[in-house]
């Protein structure tokens, strides 16, 4: 598919990326991916904007990574969208029979008729069947962009007096489910398995670009996501890469391990140590990069799987956490489709042994998880990619007025229900400072 290229010099790039976020809000399908500078081994852009869909697809989990990799074949060319955490339901003999307010498609990718890539100080255009001319009116468009607070006119739009955030589950009810997974893990059903609660407000009404610009001042992670389809929402402030792949290399970096940060500095560098040298939560990160090892060989050249860093300590806004880096190589002739099929969902998000784990997780929850602990991205025309995991995030569907986030902690042995249900509350201390 041929796009025509424009490549312009912006002077103040964060302030230009403020300006084509506001004007991309226009369109009835946005992707926005900002990587907020943050400094990380396999960055290819500091922010990727896709918007205005000229072919799309939409479908339940039935048959959809094969309704994908059909779509991906037939346009050979950029995609964008997600991957909801319900695909499992795809590969696996698995369901999902919990409550859904949200009613998101599992599968949505559309193919943007305008794109644009941000790095350093230039902006890389590309769009489709269009010309030179409505590239240039679109950038000074975007140039002639005022404020989001000129854009509401002074007016505090961001969360209504009327929305109450209720919690899904109790906290006396959370501790006695950790407590069964903590039976299923005494018993030998699972090692590891994770587990998450909802929270949720009815009859919302927030401005969704404001609130995602707070969350992600807030945050600043790398993988940050303004994602719009009509009335679906997602404001993502993820730390998590799930899976990228450039040319033969696959990369995934599962996190595991999550601790506060602190105003002061010598407290802050101890909460750090005292997370590298945390047994548990090193156990938790090794037993999930064990499950990737196993998921990335799937596809990979034999003996190509590799750790290529282990439990490495990175700091964030809000906290500290620890990731790991594993990679793989893979055949010219393996689909990007059928790589990302046979790691999904990612391990992070679900536990050891993945099935029973997935089914334990059914069990317990009380919360269809969504594009929760799903993924957003994109494909090149090349059938490379790169999917974030969908965590520390808000989603919202404008047209029922539902507004949801929902955090989680690994479960292991060394698990204390309390401990679990605080480390909750820590994930979701951002969100809950936005909406406020």
Known sequence: MLRATKVFTIEHPEIFKQKLLIWANQFREVVFLDSNNYHQKYSCYDAVLAVDAFTSIKTDYFNAFEDLHQYQSKTQDWLFGYLSYDLKNDTEALNSKNFDGLDFPDLFFFQP??????????????????????????????????????????????????????????????????????????????????????FFAENASIEPLEIYQKLNAISQPPFAVYFKNNHQYLLSASPERYLKKEGIKVISQPIKGTAKRNSNPILDEQ???????????????????????????????????????????????????????????????????????????????????????????????????????????YFTPEGDFDFNVVIRSILFNAKNQYLSFSVGSAITSEATPEGEYEECLLKAKAMFEVLN
């Open 271 to 377: 909460s750090k140590v005292d997370l590298e040298n945390n047994p548990k939560e090193r156990a938790e990160n090794i037993m999930i990069v064990d499950l990737v090892r196993n998921d990335l060989s799937r596809t990979a050249s034999k003996g190509s799987v590799e750790v290529e860093e282990l439990c490495g300590i990175y700091s964030f806004q809000q906290v500290h956490q620890m990731i790991s880096t594993v990679v793989s190589q893979v055949e010219n002739t393996t689909s990007a489709v059928e790589i990302i099929k046979t790691t999904f969902p990612m391990g992070s998000m679900t536990g050891a042994p993945k099935i029973s784990a997935m089914k334990i997780i059914e069990e317990l929850e009380e919360t269809k998880r969504g594009l929760y602990s799903g993924a957003v991205g």
């Open 113 to 198: 008729k305008k794109l644009f890539f941000l790095k350093d100080n230039q902006v890389e255009m590309k769009y489709l069947n269009l010309c030179d001319d409505e590239m240039k009116d679109d950038f000074h468009e975007i140039l002639n962009e005022g404020s989001w607070e000129s854009k509401v006119g002074g007016k505090e739009f961001g969360v209504g007096s009327e929305i109450k955030i209720q919690q899904r589950i109790s906290k006396e009810a959370y501790l006695q489910k950790v407590s069964k997974m903590l039976e299923y893990i005494h018993y030998g059903d699972i090692y590891e398995a994770n587990f998450c609660m909802e």
